[in-house]
């Protein structure tokens, strides 16, 4: 492969970086967000795999970055509202969509017309033994996840633990489907916060550096390709002498 493909490679990359940088930043407030890192192939990992042309290893034409989720928790912000909801530690909380179940940390929650406690979309939040539907407005969760209206016990939250949360599918509105994540054999380790939300886990100074950072490895890689242009354009006009 010769050097202006690996510049061209490299700035491709340098977009793909700075797309997923512009999307952690236009969420630094968003309540549960996950940030998102490009990771790029190694060269090593491409030479692996790299085709055998003339007795010399050759690059794949095209090398594109891959996102992965920084699955780490956020900080946990008090709101006073009794259905915001954040776990403290690891878990999930289940809730049923039109597609199945599916997975979020995001505990935003509020009570619909037939007393069910829903998330911002809709979806029924998931109990031990189903969707936890009350008859009035007064209800309390506690630290154990036990859903009581006055002092009656109406149900308890599920809450539910992945071995690999990586394995786990970014959907719409926080909601993750478990693709290829791994229900953990040991239980939670946490508890849930009734009145506080948790915030995202991007840290804008640290997204800032890393888009300086992408700038300038981009301008970098264009004043090589202005190099190369340069003097391939030097070279013509020389052959245009003879």
């Known amino acids: 492969m010769d050097a202006l493909s690996i510049v061209s490679i490299g700035m491709q990359d340098d977009l793909q970086r700075m797309s997923s940088i512009s999307q952690n930043l236009a969420n630094v407030t968003t309540p549960a967000y996950k940030r998102e890192i490009a990771v790029t ?22 090398q594109t970055n891959t996102v992965a989720l920084d699955m780490s928790h956020g900080a ?18 289940e809730v049923m969509t039109d597609k199945g179940p599916a997975y979020t940390r995001r505990g935003m929650l509020h009570l619909d017309t037939r007393g069910r406690i829903v998330t911002e979309q809709g979806n029924p939040l998931m109990g031990v033994g189903g969707e936890l539907v009350v008859s009035g407005t007064s209800v309390t969760v506690d630290r154990n996840g036990e859903v009581r209206q006055s002092d009656r016990l109406v149900g308890q939250v599920k809450l539910v633990r992945f071995a690999n949360p990586n394995g786990l599918v970014a959907l719409d509105n926080g909601l993750f489907a478990q693709g290829t994540a791994r229900l953990a054999d040991t239980g939670i380790d946490g508890a849930i916060r009734a009145g506080y939300q948790e915030g995202s886990n991007v840290s804008s100074p640290q997204e800032m550096v890393r888009l300086t950072e992408t700038v300038r490895h981009f301008e970098a890689m264009q004043k090589i390709m202005q190099g190369y242009d340069d003097a391939f354009e030097k070279t013509l006009q020389k052959l245009g002498d003879f």
Do not use: C, W
């Open 76 to 93: 946990l912000r008090y709101t006073g509202n009794p259905l915001d909801l954040a776990i403290e530690g690891d878990g999930y909380f």
């Open 41 to 62: 192939r190694s060269f090593d990992s491409h030479m692996e795999q790299a085709r055998a042309v003339d007795g010399k290893a050759a690059l794949p034409q095209q």
